[in-house]
């Protein structure tokens, strides 16, 4: 097993009351489509992989058990995550690249996808080159050192960094089928969701909370920002209509987890409005356009109000 990278020293906010770096598996947020938790026996779970390949292959959980299996720290997010919403999370997670598996299969040229089932019925269509670069997507079977939850897809689920989860983290996943985007549409997109689903650059403010009241001086605002893939290289911070000021960028552990932030304020009696907005790997600074979360991804900056006393 290849572990993950040890996780550097100062990931974590400075700000006190900011979320853990690493989320714990119980409070870990959770999105599913079933009324209730699937249970499948290891014994009988059984991946099928077929399609657009030279090969079609069947794996068993032993078959996953006794593969080359990676460690790796990587934020899921939610399409459905408003700005400043919690349906984000970061875990180390355990598992088989997906490369390897598709390596066994061999895609056939033309194949552009791979729509992955549930044993729910809920799919998910991903990008197959992006399941098969060096970004560790994987089958997981494991989360923060645990086996998988049932909530979370026990007992194999996909975990693809850099794209939401709609489109890339089947839970109790069953099935990959190498297909293309033309033949094929996943569970969302057939409801009026993107067929891609690249996350988008977010700043989020977490302390103080919006509407808190905060006593004059020294205030500790702090949060997260995420980019999976690209990074986080700057998080700026706007006090009412002033200058946007570079906030204290917490260590970055990698490119495909969260990076968190903080910013000393000082802070005048009266109410005040405070905004986020971060600067991804590429340099490209978060857009204070709006969207509404459907299609693609919400976006825009944060913007909430304290009343210091
Ligand atoms: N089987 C199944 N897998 C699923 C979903 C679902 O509804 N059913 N929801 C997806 C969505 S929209 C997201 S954001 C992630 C959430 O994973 P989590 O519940 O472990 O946080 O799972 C994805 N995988
Ligand atoms: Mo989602």
New binding site residues.
């Given amino acids: 097993m290849k572990p993950a990278p040890a996780v550097p020293a100062g990931v974590q906010s400075k700000a006190p009351g900011v979320t853990p770096w690493l989320t714990p598996n119980n409070d870990?947020?959770?999105?599913?489509?079933?009324l209730s938790v699937p249970e499948i026996n290891v014994q009988d779970w059984e991946l099928r992989v077929h399609g657009l390949v030279e090969r079609e292959i069947r794996l068993s959980f032993q078959d996953l058990l006794d593969a080359d299996l990676i460690e790796s720290h990587v934020s899921?997010t939610?399409?459905s995550n408003p700005v400043g919403g919690n349906?984000a999370?970061n875990a180390k997670w355990l598992g088989m690249p997906i490369r390897d598996v598709l390596k066994m299969a061999a895609p056939q040229d033309g194949a552009d996808m791979v729509l992955s089932t549930?044993i729910?019925g809920?799919s998910?269509s991903t990008p197959l080159e992006v399941l098969q670069d060096d970004r560790d997507a994987m089958l997981a079977i494991g989360m923060n050192g645990e086996a998988l939850p049932l909530?979370?897809?026990y007992p194999v689920r996909m975990v693809v960094p850099g794209l939401?989860?709609?489109v890339s983290?089947?839970?109790?996943v069953v099935d990959l089928e190498v297909t293309r985007f033309a033949d094929s549409k996943a569970y969302w997109t057939q409801r009026g969701w993107s067929e891609r689903g690249p996350i988008k650059t977010m700043a989020r403010v977490e302390v103080p909370k919006s509407f808190a009241k905060v006593p004059a001086g020294r205030v500790a605002i702090g949060g997260t920002a995420w980019a999976q893939t690209r990074g986080i290289t700057k998080v700026e911070v706007q006090i009412d209509n002033g200058p946007w000021t570079e906030a204290v960028l917490s260590t970055e552990a990698s490119l495909i987890t969260w990076r968190q932030w903080s910013f000393d304020w000082e802070a005048t009696p009266g109410p005040h409005y405070i905004k986020a907005r971060a600067t991804d790997g590429t340099g490209e600074v978060q857009t204070d356009k709006r969207a509404d979360p459907v299609p693609d991804g919400a976006s825009g900056w944060q913007s909430l109000m304290v009343t210091v006393e």
Wanted: aromatic fraction near 24%.
């Fill in positions: 870990f947020y959770r999105i599913d489509t079933a899921l939610c399409v349906l999370g549930s729910d809920f998910a909530e979370h897809g939401y989860g709609f983290a089947t839970k109790w």
